[in-house]
Each structure stands twice: as C-alpha cells, then as structure tokens.
C-alpha cells in the first residue's frame, strides 16, 4: 500500500505561482512513476504532469513552459511548481504512484486562480 498527501493548494492571482507537494508514505519501493492530475468541474480528471523514476519528466500541452514538476527522494515527495498560472488551472489536483501495475491517489487539493 501506498499513502499520498497533497498539500501547497490555495487561491492565487492570475500570474501567481503555487507549489504542490505530495509526500508518499508506505511500500516505497517499487513505485515507478508519480503524476499529477487535475479535474475541473464538468470536465474529465487529466494528466498534467508526471516523473519516472529516473526523473524522465512529461508535461500536458496546457501547462509547458509554465509547470515544472520535480522529486526529493530522501524525502520521498513529488512537487509540482506552478507559474504564470491562469483561470483555466482552477481544479482540483491530486498526486498518483503507480506500483505493480496499481494506482494509488491522494486526497486532491484544491487551486483556484482568480482573474
């Protein structure tokens, strides 16, 4: 089992900037890759951005040049860096580990960019 916590969500000005973390906990070992998705309301649950294990990055079109995601394997977190964000990132993001063949999600944490 794994265990995700998101945190670092809030409201921002359009243009502002916001840092998620997701701290995992649990069998550690064997996740080989971390993403963070978002859903809007009325809209599908999307990949934003996601690391391997050996920190092959990957990022939706929306969000290039603008997102950086990142990890700290000592502290077995994932962050997500959001700049220059825009009305259209207001959703609710959440981290997913993929293990075995399993997903595992986190709680979502909520970001609003107001314009």
């Known amino acids: 089992q794994v265990q995700l916590v998101e945190s670092g969500g809030g409201l921002v000005q359009a243009g502002g900037s916001l840092r998620l973390s997701c701290a995992a906990s649990?069998?550690?070992?064997?996740?080989?890759?971390m993403g963070w998705y978002r859903q809007a309301p009325g809209k599908p649950r999307e990949l934003v951005a996601g690391i391997t294990k050996l920190g092959s990055t990957s990022y939706a079109d929306s969000v290039k040049g603008r997102f950086t995601i990142s990890r700290d394997n000592a502290k077995n977190t994932v962050y997500l860096q959001m700049n220059s964000l825009k009305p259209e990132d207001t959703a609710v993001y959440s981290c997913?580990?993929?293990?075995?063949?399993?997903?595992?999600w986190g709680q979502g944490t909520q970001v609003t960019v107001s314009s």
């Open positions: 649990g069998s550690i070992p064997g996740i080989n890759y």
């Open positions: 997913n580990a993929q293990r075995f063949g399993y997903y595992y």
